[in-house]
């Protein structure tokens, strides 16, 4: 119904940027909120930034200031733009969102595969 498809993780020295994007295809009335997610070996999965289809943007403690959030809503795309990397960033991003498929159906999470990033010292 819903398919999230990300890329542009990879490898990058501490300090460096990286830019993910997540797009959303497959039937799509709406969507709410969309976010990235991520999950560190051993750790749980945790938010790193959200932002809601008006544009309002909420941020872990640890991405503010580094990590910027933003959405093409024509293009159902959601970006995240990291810098100034560190190694304790390394983890597995996924892309959420919060949307609805046909009109009248109630709004479900959708998850996309993941893309890895790691960030070395």
């Known amino acids: 119904q819903v398919q999230l498809v990300e890329s542009g993780g990879g490898l990058v020295q501490a300090g460096g940027s990286l830019r993910l994007s997540c797009a959303a295809s497959g039937i799509i009335f709406s969507i709410n909120v969309m976010g990235w997610y991520r999950r560190a070996p051993g750790k749980q999965r945790e938010l790193v930034a959200a932002?809601?289809?008006?544009?309002?943007?909420n941020y872990a403690d640890s991405a503010k200031g580094r990590f910027t959030i933003s959405r093409d809503n024509a293009k159902n795309t959601v970006y995240l733009q990291m810098n100034s990397l560190k190694p304790e960033d390394t983890a597995v991003y996924y892309c959420?969102?919060?949307?609805?498929?046909?009109?009248?159906?109630?709004?479900?999470?959708?998850w996309g595969q993941g893309t890895q990033v790691t960030v070395s010292s």
């Open positions: 932002i809601t289809s008006g544009g309002r943007t």
């Open positions: 959420n969102c919060n949307a609805q498929g046909r009109y009248g159906m109630g709004y479900e999470d959708y």
